[in-house]
């Protein structure tokens, strides 16, 4: 069983930044990709970005790139978006998640291809 736990979110002004952690306990997250996922009301969840299990190589969303990067450190177990230039539409309910296979970037944008996933973190983005 593994436990993903997000945290860092908050309400911020447009123009503004947050940087959002994903703790895993329960796995080798070092053996799998990670992913950042979000949800804006109404609206089905997105792929936003994902990191290969060294954190070598990343992938984003287009709406993201250039303002968002995604980063993790092995030895803490841990995931991180930093998010710059934030819009209001970049406000969702943030989820991070694992892949269900090891050394696999099969189908990164796919919510189906990851097994577990963290409770999420509201992002509000004021205008």
């Known amino acids: 069983q593994v436990q993903l736990v997000e945290s860092g979110g908050g309400l911020v002004q447009a123009g503004g930044s947050l940087r959002l952690s994903c703790a895993a306990s329960?796995?080798?997250?070092?053996?799998?990709?990670m992913g950042w996922f979000r949800q804006a009301p109404g609206k089905e969840r997105e792929f936003v970005g994902a990191?290969?299990?060294?954190?070598?190589?990343?992938y984003y969303l287009d709406s993201v790139k250039g303002r968002f990067t995604i980063s993790r450190d092995n030895a803490k177990n841990t995931m991180y978006l930093q998010m710059n230039s934030l819009k209001p539409e970049d406000t969702a309910v943030y989820y991070c998640?694992?892949?269900?296979?090891?050394?696999?970037?099969?189908?990164?944008?796919?919510?189906?291809?990851?097994?577990?996933w963290g409770q999420g973190t509201q992002v509000t983005v004021s205008s």
């Open positions: 998640a694992i892949h269900r296979t090891a050394f696999s970037w099969y189908n990164i944008w796919s919510r189906n291809e990851y097994a577990y």
């Open positions: 329960g796995r080798t997250a070092s053996q799998y990709c």
């Open positions: 990191t290969g299990w060294s954190g070598a190589n990343t």
